[in-house]
């Protein structure tokens, strides 16, 4: 039986919807939410709301923002690594399947083929794209010459998980190559932060893959410099303030 | 901003109210949903998160920049919002609701982050309005077939008219909470108001917007 819900917590849906909550209460209502199909549903449609209100009347962008967004996505992928390898031999299915349509010569077979030409096509051209970014990756750490930092997040334990945490001082970008992870629990993810000054700053929101590992390519770090980096597990769509306990954590050298 | 989406599972108030919207979408079986554009964007296909801009950019732009205050800062906000869009469209959950709730949610977060880690505020919420005498609402910077215009500019006339029917304490409050980002304790203070009277009234003033505005969703939710 699901436990009755303060009226003081359901109270809260909205401006957890907005953000308006601080982290305690923020805490709090994402508690009680996880046991309430019902105040799920409320933030769900307080969300459809927020994208309404959106449509209000408001500046609008320079038309080169779409350019800088392709060029942007050109380097932030998350690459899954189990898929990217498994994606390295795709004509292999092509030619099998080749090999059985040759063998029974069905109209049927034949189609199924040419499906699976047009989805290993596709494949093909995920993989380009992929490898692209990776080298646009090899370019930010090669670009930093003698000012990359590398960063170790750590936790405790032996064969504990981790993550390398490339800065280039340069460019003040990052790549991290996470590993040994857990699966994020159901409706979370674990979230990158840079500490400056004392205070969090977020960074990429990202999951691991099977075999618990991610790569996490460039992303721009604030201006200014950081002393340390982290990782907590927070809601799927990321946090403005760290919510949970820091389950990585690494210093800048000589900060 | 067309929400082609389809309904799922609506009360039978909504269904019987969403028609209006859903017309548009039944007229133009080419328009691609916005569902299928983050499928094709899961699969690394850069056009269609190109598509998702054309729909999607100019409001997710206009709110960066209330929240924000500066166009640079607004741009970059957009452009990490749908890089992250891009990166984990694969882990969109339909059930949780509508790509355009995603997406305005993911740069709602993002200008937040900014604001709140800067340890400033952003402009009066009017200042982005005065900002651009011809905005117009809700238009993407690209070529969004007609019909997703006429949807957008509809919806937009709706929030307007809901805005309106705010009382203008309610409506202030919804000025500072949504389009100016602010916490309850930053609206409080600002107002120099208690901070449980801050609560209530932006809670009111949602579930008003929510209960006029629900028909018009971008998904139905239920």
Known sequence: ?255 | MLGADMVLAVSPLVREIRPLVMTHAAASPAVETDRALLERVARGDERALGQLYDRYGAPLYAVAYRIAGEPADAEEIVLEALSQAWREAARFQADKGSVAAWLTMICRSRALDLVRARGRRAKLADKAVAADPEAVPGLGTGTPDSDSQVAQAERAGRVADALASLSPPQRQAIELAYYEGLSHSEIAERLNEPLGTIKTRVRLAMQKLRETLRPYYFEATG
């Open chain 1, 1 to 255: 039986m699901t436990p009755a819900i303060p009226d003081s917590v359901r109270e809260l849906a909205a401006g957890y919807a907005l953000g308006a909550l601080t982290p305690g209460e923020a805490r709090e209502f994402e508690t009680a939410m996880r046991d309430s199909p019902e105040l799920a549903l409320e933030v769900t449609e307080y969300r459809e709301l927020n994208a309404l209100l959106a449509l209000r009347p408001g500046p609008r962008p320079e038309g080169r923002l779409r350019d800088r967004l392709v060029d942007r996505i050109g380097t932030a992928k998350v690459v899954p690594l189990a898929a990217a390898r498994s994606r390295t031999t795709p004509w292999l299915g092509v030619l099998a399947a080749a090999a059985v349509v040759l063998a029974g010569g069905l109209a049927l077979r034949i189609r199924t083929l040419t499906e699976q030409l047009d989805q290993t096509k596709h494949e093909l051209g995920a993989s380009e794209r992929q490898l692209a970014r990776r080298e646009e990756t090899l370019n930010t750490l090669l670009s930093a010459q003698a000012e990359l930092t590398v960063v170790q997040l750590k936790a405790t334990g032996d064969n504990a998980p981790g993550i390398q945490f490339f800065w280039n001082r340069r460019a003040n970008t990052a790549v991290a190559q996470a590993f040994r992870l857990p699966p994020a629990p159901k409706g979370k993810a674990y979230q990158l932060w840079v500490m400056q000054n004392g205070k969090p700053v977020p960074g990429p929101v990202f999951v691991p893959e099977t075999d618990g590992r991610a790569l996490i390519l460039t992303f721009v770090l604030p201006a200014g410099g950081i002393q340390a980096a982290a990782v907590t597990v927070e809601p799927e769509g990321g946090s403005t303030t760290p919510t949970m306990p820091i389950v990585l954590f690494g210093q800048v050298a000589g900060t």
